[in-house]
């Protein structure tokens, strides 16, 4: 049985989420796409490159040895080479903070593979 798009992106997304959680900087940056822009819910100024968001990547898990990063509800939207998953995320920064939020991540299709081409990451108010 062949493998959906929601399913794929859903798959990456997972994957993520184990990256994260294992410290894997290299295993964090592999959905994203080189010329990615995104926004993070800790600073004003944008991210662009995969260059800026491993630096930012980089400082959270050296401020946060112990992260825990969580999705739920994933939701994916598909039209044509674009994909939109939205969710809802928690970091567990020790015990007990934690941060709740929402998440967007929008795919572009190149060849097989789906990559991310734009974040936006918000906290919950």
Do not use: C
């Not at 600073?43 to 739920?72: M, S, V």
């Amino acid at each position: 049985m062949p493998t959906t798009t929601r399913q794929q992106i859903l798959q990456l997304e997972r994957a993520e989420v184990r990256a994260i959680n294992h410290g894997d900087l290299r295993g964090a940056l592999q959905m994203f796409d080189r010329g990615f822009v995104g926004f993070s819910s800790t600073q004003h100024k944008r991210i662009r490159g995969l260059g800026a968001l491993r630096k930012t990547f980089t400082y959270y898990l050296k401020r946060a040895p112990k992260l825990a990063y969580r999705i739920e509800q994933p939701h994916v939207s598909v039209n044509g080479g674009t994909a939109v998953a939205t969710f809802y995320w928690t970091v567990q920064l020790g015990r007990g903070h934690k941060i709740h939020g929402r998440g967007t991540h929008v795919f572009a299709k190149q060849g097989k593979n789906w990559r991310v081409v734009h974040e936006h990451f918000s906290r919950a108010h």
